[in-house]
């Protein structure tokens, strides 16, 4: 544990956000009644909760392309809702540019929320459909530098509407009358108005054909390349991951099980979650899949397994990861994995 | 020599108040005993619409109207709704995306492949029992006796997904068609579901048409495949040969717009515009306006779909040239 303390605080220094032993749980338990339980002869109160994100902690550094990766129910939105304080943290801090940002009000967050903006999955969702896509795209600047022009504002709109290719001229029409790609790039344009350096982007080409997401990955880059942004990257893609990241998060069940660059984990996986995962993805021209099979289902996020969150599906699992809960350790090529086998060299 | 499934000029039109909408145009494919096939396309290029059609079920306001799909001998577009009835869900079955809507929530599991059986045979329903263990055994589902007497949602969604194959599979159908079957579902469910399909569709001998927009998906599964654009076939043959070495220039567009071709972090090749909607079709070839090939001819003249590549495939493009030996000009 010394080893990798000291690397996650040397990382700590120069990031520009950094999670520490992030917590969050969901209370699903509903009303009194709900929560009634009648047990040997007694009556007493149970509450459920929804175990979304445990003990998590990553440094992202300025300008990188941090992708977190896992299947759906692990956690990976919850988890960017969470850095963005949208969610407050359980317990653990989030802080940015080394400054603690999870216990902030609202009215202190401001000159934080200009710095970190935000793209949804579903642009059909995520743009207002009474608005046109000026009033979208002026609400966030106004809102933002209250005494800007309005001559100002409408330049600032046709400029990032040209930067992400949608045409200023039609900057008086509603989301309905765009594609899904061109309002994905409205969404961008919305997330880049007011200037921010951290874009935390929730499966952003998800719901797109692949000629239009490669189309909107491009622009992502450029925009990257153009304004040094850094972006927190959520999705379950892993190709596009490989292609676009600079570091790569795995998360299974709430829990990150390992976290190196994007080139050492697509070749040589570590964790067993990961090396599953990996040889699942459908390879053009890979005829026989070969892939590596999980034993049973993922298990419910209310009732986490015991020790290693992966030990009933795990073929290398033994009773220590059934007991103990293991560690994220650093290996070689400044790789992070959290794995009993791993560290006992048996894997 | 005829096919199992013969589908000829297949075209399928929406009337709408404007006038009628063509969804799909000249479609013409076919499928042996045991063959698999992959329908892939983008978003409204007609693959969902082909495979309705192809089952007959295009409902109001659409309709085939023109074309043929032989089925064993048999006209399916001519029949009956009563005697399409007996070949549909029995000889054809269909595999749809998102199994919580396919699946009766109330009903369990055990009455719903019970019935389907019973609908197509004059059999016991102890004897019907008896083979819907036997098709949610092979679709390895554990302890099938138990499984048998519950509902819908108290199965996961990869699980959902293998008894809505295990009833598709319950009749030992010739075809199956599957409408992106793993959408839903993770890519590690994904890689069981699309094993299992392939596997049960070697050992039953059972055709497939698999719809998806995942060419990966379709590599690792199918034999042959045809690729959509603007509801139409542009390029079909054998999906090694096509996947590998593309001669339209939208499917060559497609598979280098997948980001794993390249060197990471590289700009992606993206295909410039979107496909135009079925009310806007250019004239010509619908592709030209986002075609780096594109010439006069290709504005004009809607391209033939002819023959290429030693006859192992069909391509609908001017700028490829029919001789074997050139390829794209």
């Given at each position: 544990?010394?080893?990798?303390?000291?690397?996650?605080?040397?990382?700590?220094?120069?990031?520009l956000?950094?999670?520490?032993?992030?917590?969050?749980?969901?209370?699903?338990?509903?009303?009194?009644?709900?929560?009634?339980?009648?047990?040997?002869?007694?009556?007493?109160?149970?509450?459920?909760?929804?175990?979304?994100?445990?003990?998590?902690?990553?440094?992202i550094a300025p300008g990188e392309t941090?992708?977190?990766?896992?299947?759906?129910?692990?956690?990976?939105?919850?988890?960017?809702?969470?850095?963005?304080?949208?969610?407050?943290?359980?317990?653990?801090?989030?802080?940015?540019?080394?400054?603690?940002?999870?216990?902030?009000?609202?009215?202190?967050?401001?000159?934080?929320?200009r710095k970190m903006q935000m793209i949804?999955?579903?642009?059909?969702?995520?743009?207002?459909?009474?608005?046109?896509?000026?009033?979208?795209l002026?609400?966030p600047v106004?809102?933002h530098?209250?005494?800007?022009?309005?001559?100002?504002?409408?330049?600032r709109?046709?400029e990032v509407m040209l930067q992400v290719g949608?045409?200023?001229?039609?900057?008086?029409?509603?989301?309905?009358?765009?594609?899904?790609?061109?309002?994905?790039r409205?969404s961008i344009a919305r997330a880049l108005m007011v200037d921010p350096e951290f874009i935390v982007a929730?499966?952003p080409?998800?719901?797109?054909?692949?000629?239009?997401?490669?189309?909107i990955l491009n622009l992502l880059m450029d925009a990257q390349a153009q304004r040094g942004l850094t972006y927190m990257f959520?999705?379950?893609?892993?190709?596009?991951?490989?292609?676009i990241?600079t570091?790569?998060?795995?998360?299974?069940?709430?829990?990150?099980?390992?976290?190196?660059?994007?080139?050492?984990?697509?070749?040589?996986?570590?964790?067993?979650?990961?090396?599953?995962?990996?040889?699942?993805?459908?390879?053009?021209?890979?005829?026989?899949?070969?892939?590596?099979?999980?034993?049973?289902?993922?298990?419910?996020?209310?009732?986490?397994?015991?020790?290693?969150?992966?030990?009933?599906?795990?073929?290398?699992?033994?009773?220590?990861?059934?007991?103990?809960?293991?560690?994220?350790?650093?290996?070689?090529?400044?790789?992070?994995?959290?794995?009993?086998?791993?560290?006992?060299?048996?894997? | 020599?005829?096919?199992?499934?013969?589908?000829?000029?297949?075209?399928?039109?929406?009337?709408?108040?404007?006038?009628?909408?063509?969804?799909?145009?000249?479609?013409?494919?076919?499928?042996?005993?045991?063959?698999?096939?992959?329908?892939?396309?983008?978003?409204?290029?007609?693959?969902?619409?082909?495979?309705?059609?192809?089952?007959?079920?295009?409902?109001?306001?659409?309709?085939?109207?023109?074309?043929?799909?032989?089925?064993?001998?048999?006209?399916?577009?001519?029949?009956?709704?009563?005697?399409?009835?007996?070949?549909?869900?029995?000889?054809?079955?269909?595999?749809?995306?998102?199994?919580?809507?396919?699946?009766?929530?109330?009903?369990?599991?055990?009455?719903?492949?019970?019935?389907?059986?019973?609908?197509?045979?004059?059999?016991?329903?102890?004897?019907?029992?008896?083979?819907?263990?036997?098709?949610?055994?092979?679709?390895?589902?554990?302890?099938?006796?138990?499984?048998?007497?519950?509902?819908?949602?108290?199965?996961?969604?990869?699980?959902?997904?293998?008894?809505?194959?295990?009833?598709?599979?319950?009749?030992?159908?010739?075809?199956?068609?599957?409408?992106?079957?793993?959408?839903?579902?993770?890519?590690?469910?994904?890689?069981?579901?699309?094993?299992?399909?392939?596997?049960?569709?070697?050992?039953?001998?059972?055709?497939?048409?698999?719809?998806?927009?995942?060419?990966?998906?379709?590599?690792?599964?199918?034999?042959?495949?045809?690729?959509?654009?603007?509801?139409?076939?542009?390029?079909?043959?054998?999906?090694?040969?096509?996947?590998?070495?593309?001669?339209?220039?939208?499917?060559?567009?497609?598979?280098?717009?997948?980001?794993?071709?390249?060197?990471?972090?590289?700009?992606?090749?993206?295909?410039?515009?979107?496909?135009?909607?079925?009310?806007?079709?250019?004239?010509?070839?619908?592709?030209?306006?986002?075609?780096?090939?594109?010439?006069?001819?290709?504005?004009?003249?809607?391209?033939?779909?002819?023959?290429?590549?030693?006859?192992?495939?069909?391509?609908?493009?001017?700028?490829?040239?029919?001789?074997?030996?050139?390829?794209?000009?």
């Amino acid at each position: 544990m010394t080893t990798d303390t000291s690397t996650q605080m040397e990382n700590g220094r120069n990031g520009l956000l950094e999670l520490k032993q992030v917590v969050k749980h969901f209370d699903i338990s509903g009303g009194l009644l709900d929560r009634l339980r009648f047990e040997n002869g007694k009556l007493s109160q149970q509450r459920t909760t929804v175990k979304a994100v445990n003990n998590v902690s990553f440094t992202i550094a300025p300008g990188e392309t941090f992708s977190v990766v896992g299947e759906s129910g692990c956690g990976k939105s919850t988890l960017a809702r969470t850095t963005l304080g949208i969610y407050p943290p359980n317990s653990g801090e989030i802080r940015y540019r080394g400054e603690r940002i999870d216990n902030k009000s609202a009215q202190q967050m401001l000159p934080f929320r200009r710095k970190m903006q935000m793209i949804f999955q579903d642009p059909y969702a995520s743009l207002n459909p009474r608005k046109t896509v000026t009033q979208t795209l002026e609400e966030p600047v106004v809102f933002h530098n209250p005494s800007i022009s309005a001559n100002q504002v409408k330049d600032r709109v046709a400029e990032v509407m040209l930067q992400v290719g949608v045409d200023p001229k039609w900057a008086a029409r509603y989301p309905h009358e765009f594609s899904g790609g061109q309002r994905q790039r409205i969404s961008i344009a919305r997330a880049l108005m007011v200037d921010p350096e951290f874009i935390v982007a929730d499966e952003p080409v998800s719901a797109l054909d692949v000629s239009i997401q490669a189309q909107i990955l491009n622009l992502l880059m450029d925009a990257q390349a153009q304004r040094g942004l850094t972006y927190m990257f959520i999705t379950h893609d892993l190709s596009v991951v490989e292609h676009i990241s600079t570091r790569v998060a795995v998360m299974y069940l709430g829990t990150l099980c390992e976290l190196s660059s994007a080139g050492t984990l697509f070749k040589s996986p570590r964790h067993p979650y990961t090396q599953a995962l990996l040889s699942a993805i459908p390879k053009l021209g890979r005829k026989k899949s070969g892939h590596i099979r999980l034993k049973g289902e993922v298990p419910t996020p209310i009732d986490l397994p015991s020790g290693c969150v992966f030990h009933g599906r795990c073929i290398h699992a033994n009773p220590r990861c059934i007991e103990e809960v293991p560690e994220a350790r650093s290996v070689e090529n400044e790789a992070i994995v959290a794995c009993h086998a791993v560290e006992e060299g048996r894997l | 020599m005829s096919h199992l499934l013969e589908v000829n000029d297949l075209e399928v039109k929406f009337g709408l108040r404007q006038g009628d909408l063509t969804a799909i145009n000249g479609i013409s494919f076919n499928l042996d005993k045991g063959e698999r096939m992959g329908l892939v396309g983008e978003s409204g290029a007609g693959k969902s619409v082909t495979g309705f059609a192809v089952i007959n079920l295009i409902s109001k306001p659409g309709f085939i109207s023109g074309g043929r799909v032989m089925f064993n001998g048999i006209d399916l577009a001519s029949l009956s709704e009563e005697a399409m009835r007996e070949i549909r869900g029995n000889q054809l079955s269909m595999i749809f995306q998102d199994p919580m809507m396919t699946l009766n929530p109330v009903l369990t599991i055990g009455t719903q492949m019970v019935e389907t059986l019973l609908a197509h045979r004059s059999i016991t329903r102890a004897k019907a029992a008896a083979i819907a263990l036997e098709k949610l055994k092979k679709v390895q589902i554990p302890s099938p006796e138990k499984r048998l007497a519950q509902y819908p949602h108290e199965f996961s969604g990869g699980m959902r997904q293998r008894i809505v194959i295990a009833i598709a599979l319950i009749t030992d159908p010739e075809i199956i068609i599957a409408d992106e079957p793993t959408t839903a579902l993770d890519v590690t469910i994904q890689a069981e579901i699309m094993d299992l399909l392939q596997q049960l569709c070697e050992s039953e001998d059972t055709g497939l048409i698999l719809i998806t927009h995942d060419l990966g998906v379709v590599s690792q599964v199918t034999e042959k495949i045809a690729v959509m654009y603007a509801g139409k076939i542009v390029e079909s043959g054998l999906t090694e040969r096509v996947v590998n070495d593309p001669k339209h220039p939208y499917t060559q567009g497609l598979i280098k717009a997948l980001p794993g071709s390249l060197q990471p972090g590289a700009r992606l090749n993206q295909i410039p515009g979107m496909m135009p909607t079925l009310t806007d079709i250019p004239p010509g070839c619908a592709f030209n306006p986002r075609c780096p090939l594109c010439e006069a001819i290709c504005r004009n003249q809607e391209p033939p779909f002819i023959p290429v590549d030693h006859m192992t495939r069909m391509v609908a493009c001017h700028m490829v040239t029919p001789d074997p030996s050139n390829g794209t000009k």
